[in-house]
């Protein structure tokens, strides 16, 4: 067998990664199956990863979101600034609680637990996961919708390195803070308790991983399969055009405020391309929005938004299988945040609900880098809607966080997909099953809209309409994007439909919100409808199958209408007229 230069063979290095990546996804299932909230439960809105004794990351679960995942290295390097600073160390048993997004953490309820893991008394690497935490004692109930946060102390319990566990033993007087603190108790502690049992789990594995192969192997496959990473994105730069691409996006912001500074803010995107290196400045980007919780921490969503869209264009999973996920792949990309800037805000800026303008973000990458490879890319996403329903009955709190499903745009050779969420997180939307026997909450519409799939020759995908009706007293609020801004088409393709968001009182009066929305309390009857934004068209309409277009009207995808407008498809009863539409056609081209 041929040995590398970095001490082992290729076979021994891919063995220990599918080792490694089975760890992370059996730390994942186990969190699953062991929350108590829908957000980590049904939504996966957690990550789990093993690091070294460096932070380099070595693997993440793959069944949860990324945008939780990636960022874990990010939150080890502020663990390890916060306790440099404060004279403390890790020992064996500690279990350490972390959620500062000035410290690397992706926003305050993401909360992350880390357990030193060691080997014959040597520090190894870590065990740890994230997950969002659904309450964490802020201005409001729920952990998403404090959409007029001032800072970030508003956003709820502030967590810095703190230890629950030292030394295998917890510290009761933190337990005991968090449970006098937090809304909604047994649910939460009970996540939490479940993340550590998950990262004892990831500990446990990853031990008998060393065991079995010896430290100095495992260190060795580690340094292969990062520079394998590393190596295989470089390849798929090298291939694109030296040279910068453009593109700027924008994010509703607070549409109803009378501030100009708080809406219609810019994403600006230069990304630069010179050999096997990519360099991406947003310089250009508005300015944070000191008062209102908008913005992006660079470690944690800033980066991921970079990190993974330019992964998941680059390095399709269709054609690489699986591509070790680990510190190798951020190498090759350069990231330029101006401080003082919606993507790199300075403390104490509150950055709670920086979810969609993250998204946004993706988007607007991947229209620049659509430029150099646009068979690889799709047309613009439909944004999410995140709502953080809320209650109390018989004095006890109850909160639900609901994630409204987006779509995503035409892509070279196929259409859009429909009700899904897009680019960087990967959560699921909550089974209206789980909804309804948990919480006073009826869900009374949730369905496709008819007619508003962005027209291309890969129509653009449709988010859903979705309705929740109040059964008892509560509230809720609202984080969301792609009011104004619609989706863009791509060569050719028409742009996308905008989202909407309409309250019911009792009266049955309808009232349009506006994305985002403050607290509100509800009485039983009244009801919340999202209709989901509708992602780009992608290519030229005409350039659609005919009998594509008919499979469209046929499922209430386009109007009859729309068919001969946008297609030149002509269609009666129920059939193509080839004659007319032939015509339309070729004054067309």
Not at 152 to 178: H, N, S, T
Not at 335 to 359: H, K, Q
Not at 401 to 409: F, N, P, R, V
């Amino acid at each position: 067998m041929v040995e590398t230069k970095k001490g082992i063979d290729p076979i021994t290095a891919q063995v220990l990664s599918g080792a490694l990546k089975n760890i992370a996804i059996e730390m994942g299932h186990k969190l699953a199956r062991m929350s108590y909230s829908s957000i980590i439960r049904e939504s996966n809105d957690f990550g789990c990863a093993l690091l070294d004794e460096n932070g380099q990351q070595l693997c993440e679960s793959v069944n949860s979101t990324p945008l939780q995942s990636g960022p874990i290295p990010g939150y080890l390097r502020g663990i390890r600034e916060i306790m440099a600073e404060r004279g403390y160390d890790f020992k064996p048993g500690d279990v350490i609680l972390h959620n500062s997004s000035f410290y690397g953490a992706t926003h305050q309820p993401d909360c992350g637990f880390f357990v030193p893991v060691y080997y014959k008394g040597e520090l190894i690497g870590f065990s740890c996961s994230t997950a969002h935490q659904l309450d964490l004692g802020a201005l409001s109930p729920g952990s998403i919708g404090i959409i007029d946060a001032v800072d970030c102390f508003a956003e709820g319990l502030q967590f810095k390195a703190i230890k629950v566990y030292e030394e295998g033993k917890p510290v009761d007087m933190v337990w005991r803070l968090i449970r006098d603190n937090v809304r909604a108790t047994d649910m939460v502690v009970g996540d939490m308790e479940a993340q550590i049992a998950t990262c004892n789990i990831g500990a446990q594995r990853y031990l008998e991983l060393v065991e079995k192969y010896g430290l100095e192997t495992v260190r060795a496959a580690r340094d292969y399969l990062m520079d394998y990473s590393e190596r295989i994105l470089r390849h798929e730069i090298s291939k694109i055009p030296d040279g910068t691409y453009h593109s700027a996006g924008y994010i509703d912001g607070y549409l109803d405020s009378q501030d100009p500074k708080r809406k219609d803010l810019k994403l600006n995107v230069n990304l630069t391309v010179k050999g096997d290196d990519m360099i991406v400045d947003l310089t250009g980007t508005s300015d944070q929005v000191d008062d209102r919780p908008i913005n992006m921490p660079f470690l944690g969503t800033t980066d991921m938004a970079v990190y993974l869209t330019i992964r998941t264009i680059l390095l399709d999973s269709k054609k690489f299988g699986y591509i070790p996920q680990n510190a190798g792949l951020m190498k090759p990309i350069k990231i330029v945040a101006p401080e003082g800037t919606l993507v790199n805000p300075t403390y104490p800026a509150p950055t709670i609900s920086r979810f969609c303008p993250g998204n946004a973000l993706a988007d607007t990458i991947m229209h620049a880098l659509g430029q150099a490879v646009p068979d690889q890319i799709c047309a613009g996403i439909g944004n999410l809607y995140m709502v953080a329903y809320s209650g109390m009955i018989d004095k006890k709190y109850w909160v639900y966080m609901d994630i409204m499903a987006g779509s995503s745009g035409g892509r070279y050779g196929k259409d859009g997909m429909d009700a899904i969420d897009v680019l960087y997180a990967n959560t699921r939307n909550n089974p209206i099953e789980d909804i309804e026997s948990h919480h006073p909450l009826s869900v009374t519409r949730y369905e496709f809209p008819n007619h508003a799939a962005a027209s291309g020759k890969y129509r653009g995908g449709v988010g859903p309409i979705r309705a929740i009706e109040f059964t008892n007293e509560g509230g809720f609020s609202v984080e969301g994007e792609g009011q104004k801004y619609a989706p863009w088409g791509f060569d050719g393709g028409y742009d996308g439909t905008p989202s909407q968001l309409i309250f019911t009182d009792r009266e049955g009066k309808e009232t349009s919100l506006p994305s985002k929305v403050p607290y509100k309390k509800t009485h039983a009857g009244e009801t919340l409808r999202i209709v989901g934004p509708c992602g780009g068209g992608y290519g030229d309409p005409y350039e659609r199958d005919p009998e594509a277009v008919l499979a469209d009207v046929r499922d209430d995808y386009l109007s009859v209408e729309r068919a001969k407008s946008d297609y030149g498809v002509v269609i009666a009863d129920d059939q193509i007229v080839w004659e007319k539409t032939e015509r339309l056609r070729s004054l067309h081209e």
